[in-house]
Nanobody, 116 residues
Framework: QVQLVESGGGLVQPGGSLRLSCAAS????????MAWYRQTPGKGRELVAT???????NYRDSVKGRFTISRDNAKNTVDLQMNILKPEDTAVYYC??????????WGQGTQVTVSS
C-alpha cells in the first residue's frame, strides 16, 4: 500500500517562505510524475507544479519564479519551496504521484495560510 505523506504547511506572512515535503511510504515505487496541487474552498484542485522522473519541471504561471519543485527519485520524495508568498497562495496543498501503471495517489493535504 503506497501512501503519500505531506509536511511543512503552516501560517506565514506575505513575502515569506515555506517548504512543503512529500514522502512516499509503504512499498517502494518509482513515480513517473510527482506534483503539487492546491485547493481553496469552493474551487477545484489546481495544478501548481510537476516534476517528471527524467528531471523536467513545469509550473502554473502564477507561481513561476517564486516556487521550485524538486524530487529525489531514490527516496521517492518531492518538495515544494515556496518563496515570496502571497495571500492568494493560501490553500490546502496536496502531493500527487503517478506510477508507470498510471495508478495515481494523493496525499492527505497540508494547509498553507499566507496572512499578516
Amino acid at each position: 500500500q503506497v501512501q503519500l505523506v505531506e509536511s511543512g504547511g503552516g501560517l506565514v506572512q506575505p513575502g515569506g517562505s515555506l517548504r512543503l515535503s512529500c514522502a512516499a511510504s509503504g512499498s517502494i515505487f518509482s513515480f513517473n510524475v510527482m506534483a503539487w496541487y492546491r485547493q481553496t474552498p469552493g474551487k477545484g484542485r489546481e495544478l501548481v507544479a510537476t516534476a517528471t522522473s527524467d528531471g523536467r519541471t513545469n509550473y502554473r504561471d502564477s507561481v513561476k519564479g517564486r516556487f521550485t519543485i524538486s524530487r529525489d527519485n531514490a527516496k521517492n520524495t518531492v518538495d515544494l519551496q515556496m518563496n515570496i508568498l502571497k495571500p492568494e497562495d493560501t490553500a490546502v496543498y496536496y502531493c500527487y504521484g503517478v506510477l508507470p501503471s498510471s495508478r495515481a495517489y494523493w496525499g492527505q493535504g497540508t494547509q498553507v495560510t499566507v496572512s499578516s
